[in-house]
């Protein structure tokens, strides 16, 4: 019997490095502004479910690569603080697609631009941490493979309100994303590309 097939999704949220253990330098400037980000990319996820949107989690392995996604997940979700809140709220489901990255962005050395052709993608949903690192050099990759992405400002954090404002500013302006925050209302489609919807 083979495995199952993913999904179709013309358009796919994409969770980058969200479960998080935040142990590293700087981390402590991060994690209040992770777990806002959390709650509102929990309150976006359920709403792209619900009306079909699949779900890529991209997270970094943090080096060890003996262990898989599912045992990070659990290792977070019996953290205290911001990282066990986050792992409970964006806790992934059955029906979830998970990775593990090596570098920043999750297209790098991955298997991500493979799974978003099976599942039939034109446009991405770009959430995580942080905002001027890994979900930045994401939206670059997106770009450069011509996905329009939306990166919700209340979706994504970084450790200073000055670096999350650069990177929204180079994301709108640079790589062309929406970058509205979750509860906007959408705007008027413009075509942007041969992915276009």
């Given at each position: 019997m083979?495995?199952?097939?993913l999904?179709?999704?013309?358009?796919?949220?994409?969770?980058?490095?969200?479960?998080?253990?935040?142990?590293?330098?700087?981390?402590?400037?991060l994690?209040?502004?992770?777990?806002?980000?959390?709650?509102?990319?929990?309150?976006?996820?359920?709403?792209?479910?619900?009306?079909?949107?699949?779900?890529?989690?991209?997270?970094?392995?943090?080096?060890?690569?003996?262990?898989?996604?599912?045992?990070?997940?659990?290792?977070?979700?019996?953290?205290?603080?911001?990282?066990g809140?986050?792992?409970?709220?964006?806790?992934?489901?059955a029906?979830?697609?998970?990775?593990?990255?090596?570098?920043?962005?999750?297209?790098?050395?991955?298997?991500?631009?493979?799974?978003?052709?099976?599942?039939e993608?034109?446009?991405?949903?770009?959430?995580?941490?942080?905002?001027?690192?890994c979900?930045?050099?994401?939206?670059?990759?997106?770009?450069?493979?011509?996905?329009?992405?939306?990166?919700?400002?209340?979706?994504?954090?970084?450790?200073?309100?000055?670096?999350?404002?650069?990177?929204?500013?180079h994301?709108?302006?640079?790589?062309?994303?929406?970058?509205?925050?979750?509860?906007?209302?959408?705007?008027?489609?413009?075509?942007?590309?041969?992915?276009?919807?």
């Amino acid at each position: 019997m083979g495995a199952p097939r993913l999904p179709r999704s013309p358009r796919v949220l994409l969770l980058v490095d969200f479960i998080n253990p935040l142990n590293f330098p700087g981390a402590e400037s991060l994690a209040d502004a992770a777990l806002e980000a959390a709650h509102a990319t929990a309150a976006l996820k359920e709403k792209l479910t619900r009306s079909g949107v699949a779900t890529i989690y991209a997270n970094d392995n943090y080096g060890v690569w003996q262990s898989d996604f599912h045992s990070l997940v659990s290792t977070c979700v019996g953290m205290d603080g911001p990282p066990g809140e986050i792992a409970k709220l964006l806790y992934p489901q059955a029906e979830d697609v998970t990775i593990l990255k090596p570098r920043h962005s999750a297209f790098f050395a991955s298997p991500l631009e493979l799974l978003l052709t099976e599942m039939e993608a034109r446009e991405l949903v770009i959430c995580g941490l942080a905002s001027d690192m890994c979900v930045q050099l994401t939206a670059a990759e997106a770009f450069m493979r011509e996905y329009p992405c939306w990166v919700p400002s209340d979706c994504h954090a970084a450790e200073s309100r000055e670096a999350k404002q650069s990177a929204i500013a180079h994301m709108e302006g640079v790589l062309k994303c929406d970058v509205r925050p979750s509860t906007a209302p959408a705007p008027r489609r413009k075509s942007r590309g041969r992915r276009d919807l």
